[in-house]
């Protein structure tokens, strides 16, 4: 069992996850911020269990969050859950204002740095340097972000609170960006253009319930150098 140091007072939880899923870290980072402790089921995604088909059968994907029997997919939607179910140690910001820009940013990092990084793992030649593109225009707005919101006291997106919904979705950078350019062969990070970007990586890195979860990029390239592989080979046999 994975443990926080606050015993669950509401039944049993259980995650459904995949060691080199950025979503289902997500949704462990909410559990270990929160305290709560959980069962954590790795799935086999070339033969997925009874488990999780039954309890994702729209997506039939991790991560699923299993609570009293109840299945909740989606890490944005579990983040959610997680916090509206356990109220110590916030991850949304409490005032409505903050709360709907914390959302809104989650949704710019969605669509303007995740996808488009995905995009240009799977991808190569003329598609590839369009999506590489968009995503440094992507992270040019979080920049523009991070230096809006963090400074030498305020060190996290969370403001006051440290780590908050913010940095727990835009925390997979910190271990998987450096692997998609390595696999990938594009280059989008730079401490020069992105220097409160680089400090807030560097900060979050170090985070004690954040550290320990970090896989070494060693394996994390040879996985991703596998499935960039077999994604263009599907595409080329098409």
Not at 3 to 25: H, I, N, R, T
Not at 113 to 138: M, N, Y
Request: hydrophobic letters at 40%.
């Amino acid at each position: 069992m994975a443990s926080g140091s606050v015993a669950d007072q509401e039944g049993q939880v259980m995650l459904l996850g995949f060691w080199f899923s950025p979503f289902v870290k997500r949704v462990e980072w909410a559990l270990k911020f929160k305290g709560i402790e959980y069962d954590y089921v790795e799935e086999d995604l070339t033969n997925k269990s009874t488990l999780l088909l039954t309890s994702n059968p729209i997506h039939k994907k991790v991560p699923v969050l299993i609570h009293n029997g109840n299945p909740i997919a989606e890490s944005l939607v579990i983040i959610e859950y997680i916090d509206e179910t356990w109220k110590q140690n916030p991850i949304l910001p409490q005032d409505p204002y903050e709360r709907a820009m914390a959302r809104f940013w989650a949704n710019i990092i969605e669509q303007k740095v995740r996808e488009p990084a995905r995009e240009a793992l799977f991808s190569q030649g003329e598609q590839q340097e369009k999506k590489v593109k968009e995503l440094k225009e992507g992270m040019e707005v979080v920049e523009g972000e991070a230096k809006a919101k963090l400074n030498d006291k305020t060190l996290f997106f969370g403001g006051g609170n440290g780590v908050g919904y913010v940095d727990i979705v835009l925390g997979w950078t910190c271990n998987w960006m450096e692997t998609i350019e390595e696999v990938g062969g594009f280059k989008v990070l730079d401490p020069k253009s992105q220097p409160q970007f680089h400090k807030w990586m560097a900060n979050f890195r170090e985070v004690p319930f954040i550290k320990p979860t970090l896989e070494p990029k060693e394996k994390l390239v040879e996985f991703f150098r596998m499935v960039r592989q077999d994604r263009l080979g599907l595409v080329a046999n098409k």
